[in-house]
């Protein structure tokens, strides 16, 4: 888990933005929420 947000903020913004957005899923996915676009 560490390693993976360790990665992305040392990769640019731009291939930081999918991994922002993997996490999110993956928060929203661990609440429960339905996640648009799945």
Do not use: H, W
Request: charged fraction near 45%; charge should be positive.
């Amino acid at each position: 888990m560490d390693g993976e947000d360790f990665a992305g903020k040392n990769l640019p913004p731009r291939k930081k933005k999918p991994v922002s957005k993997k996490k999110l899923k993956r928060e929203k996915l661990k609440q429960g929420v339905p996640v648009p676009g799945e």
